[in-house]
């Protein structure tokens, strides 16, 4: 099969190479999918698990991408749950081999029907940003309706789908961003807009939970945003700096069934769009995924035309 193959991690994107690889075999409790579309993550390559295995050992050539919309081609011993034949998106192992390839084995309880009516390219948008902006607003920050909420990077990947469930869960919702990014934050459902080049976030005044997506300076100066009883939630590593009187919370997303198929139903009965920005197929996706250009949105690889 096609692949896409990294060996090298201080290469980065840049060491990306489409080769072909043996097909792989389904394990205990696997299926095999035909990937039809990929979703990539742009810092996989600084991820331990893109280059070891659970054990810390050498795992590459190692195959990145772990988001996936395609058809289920044969089951593992054990296998319950899914079909040969059966549309599945979802989110495989941090640990093991990737979507951007023709074939992913991938543990079947990772995955979700994929809906007739929801093309692949859109469902292999979904299961990072989507679980996770489900996981951090709904079980980390235990949102309730008539909160308010600061989504930093609102019109990236994870930000606009915080913005959209936030909003649909009743929550007054304030995003953050680069100045050029200000309308589309407000189209996924912001109610306000913090350009972070020019304006001050701190003139935000207190909110009940801050979803943090950047980290760094932006990141610390979350924690001051929070009010008390409030939570800082973060997707970019434990908080440098936590709330005076608030919880702070960092965490990994985790595929689950029940979850993909929330967002997928909302997808059908638009309450949710999501956030591409580019389409690429897999003979391109090595130039796609190494843009020269400022993108917004996911690049998703539409492995099968
Ligand atoms: N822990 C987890 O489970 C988990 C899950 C998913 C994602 N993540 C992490 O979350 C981060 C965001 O992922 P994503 O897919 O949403 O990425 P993304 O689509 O690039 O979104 C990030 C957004 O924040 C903006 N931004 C970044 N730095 C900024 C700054 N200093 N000032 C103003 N705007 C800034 C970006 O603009 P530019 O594009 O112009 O920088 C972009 O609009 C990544 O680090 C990813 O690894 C973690």
């Not at 909160?147 to 909003?167: D, F, H, I, P, Y």
């Given at each position: 099969m096609k692949a896409i193959v990294v060996t090298d991690e201080a290469a980065g994107t840049a060491g990306m190479t489409l080769m072909e690889r043996l097909e792989p075999?389904?394990?205990?409790?696997?299926?095999?999918?035909?990937?039809?579309?990929?979703?990539?993550?742009?810092?996989?390559?600084?991820?331990?698990?893109?280059w070891t295995d659970r054990l810390g050992r050498d795992r590459t050539p190692s195959i990145p991408g772990h988001e996936l919309a395609g058809v289920v081609t044969a089951l593992g011993y054990g296998t319950t749950g899914l079909s040969v034949g059966q549309r599945v998106f979802g989110l495989t192992d941090w640990?093991?081999?990737?979507?951007?390839?023709e074939y992913v084995a991938v543990e079947a309880r990772n995955l979700a029907p994929l809906p007739g009516d929801v093309d692949f390219t859109?469902?292999?948008?979904?299961?990072?940003?989507?679980?996770t902006a489900?996981?951090?607003?709904?079980?980390?920050?235990?949102?309730?309706a008539g909160?308010?909420?600061?989504?930093?990077?609102?019109?990236?990947?994870?930000?606009?789908?915080?913005?959209?469930?936030?909003?649909e869960a009743g929550?007054?919702?304030?995003?953050?961003?680069?100045?050029?990014?200000?309308?589309?934050?407000?189209?996924?459902?912001?109610?306000?807009?913090v350009d972070l080049e020019n304006d001050v976030l701190e003139d935000v005044g207190g909110v009940d939970l801050v979803f943090d997506v950047i980290g760094g300076d932006i990141g610390k100066r979350s924690?001051?945003?929070?009010?008390?009883?409030?939570?800082?939630?973060?997707?970019?590593?434990?908080?440098?700096?936590?709330?005076?009187?608030?919880?702070?919370?960092?965490?990994?997303?985790?595929?689950?069934?029940?979850?993909?198929g929330e967002i997928v139903q909302r997808i059908r009965d638009g309450r949710l769009r999501t956030n591409i920005g580019n389409v690429a197929t897999l003979d391109?996706?090595?130039?796609?995924?190494?843009?020269?250009?400022?993108?917004?949105?996911?690049?998703?690889?539409?492995v099968r035309p």
């Open positions: 075999e389904p394990a205990l409790n696997d299926v095999v999918v035909q990937v039809h579309a990929s979703g990539f993550v742009p810092t996989e390559m600084a991820w331990p698990s893109t640990n093991r081999d990737g979507t951007l390839a859109v469902g292999a948008s979904l299961p990072i940003s989507g679980l489900w996981q951090g607003l709904f079980e980390h920050g235990r949102l309730q909160q308010s909420v600061l989504v930093q990077g609102a019109a990236g990947a994870v930000g606009s789908m915080v913005t959209q469930l936030a909003r929550a007054y919702v304030i995003g953050t961003g680069r100045a050029a990014d200000r309308q589309k934050a407000l189209d996924f459902g912001a109610q306000e807009f924690a001051g945003l929070i009010r008390a009883g409030g939570t800082l939630v973060s997707v970019v590593g434990p908080p440098e700096a936590r709330p005076a009187d608030g919880l702070a919370v960092d965490f990994v997303v985790v595929s689950d069934r029940a979850q993909l391109d996706a090595v130039a796609a995924l190494n843009p020269t250009e400022r993108i917004t949105g996911k690049t998703i690889i539409r």
